[in-house]
């Protein structure tokens, strides 16, 4: 089996474009292969992804606001996968192509209007929304990839487990990512 651990930033337009490559990909495949998707917030990141939009990086406001929706965009994503990562997966590229290719501002209701159209429990997604427990698995992922150096949005992290030898090899930024397969 291999694993892929794909860490990127909610608002990212390159991780859009891998996110779907990849599970185009992944579903074409005769091999198992398992795809975590883990949503990467930090400033440098925000950062990245503020640029591509023309936010003013250097507006201490817009910047906080900028950082807010990118991490409530991440605990929507959490939230969502607490209802199965296939909710997860639809409910993500969904926000993506709302807020990346449609350029609709991040809302709650923007949210979980999208998270409704997955067929989900949207009442259990308000509620899970709200817990520690999804904030806690969204600084477990910021944990994870810290452990495994992640710098970039568009990073992934790969594992075959086919090989006698476990190992992983670690891919950064978008034109490291299209070398899989």
């Known amino acids: 089996m291999i694993e892929i651990y794909l860490f990127i930033h909610p608002f990212g337009s390159l991780c859009l474009e891998e996110?779907?490559?990849?599970?185009?990909?992944?579903?074409?495949?005769?091999e198992k292969i398992n795809l975590q998707i883990l949503p990467f917030v930090n400033m440098t990141t925000t950062t990245s992804a503020m640029c591509k939009y023309g936010?003013?990086?250097?507006?201490?406001?817009?910047?906080?606001t900028?950082?807010?929706?990118?991490?409530?965009?991440?605990l929507d994503y959490k939230a969502a996968q607490q209802q199965g990562k296939k909710y997860a997966r639809i409910f993500l590229l969904k926000l993506q192509t709302a807020i990346i290719c449609q350029k609709t501002p991040y809302s709650q209701q923007l949210a979980e209007t999208l998270f409704s159209e997955t067929g989900g429990d949207i009442d259990m997604f308000r509620e899970d929304r709200q817990s520690a427990l999804v904030k806690e698995k969204f600084w477990q992922d910021q944990q994870t990839a810290r452990d495994l150096?992640?710098?970039?949005?568009?990073?992934a992290v790969i594992y075959n487990f086919y090989r006698e030898e476990e190992y992983g090899i670690l891919l950064q930024g978008g034109d490291a990512l299209r070398t899989i397969p």
């Open 19 to 30: 996110e779907t490559r990849l599970i185009d990909f992944i579903n074409e495949s005769s």
């Open 55 to 64: 936010w003013d990086k250097k507006d201490l406001d817009s910047r906080n």
């Open 66 to 74: 900028f950082l807010n929706h990118s991490y409530s965009a991440a």
């Open 149 to 155: 150096h992640i710098q970039h949005q568009t990073s």
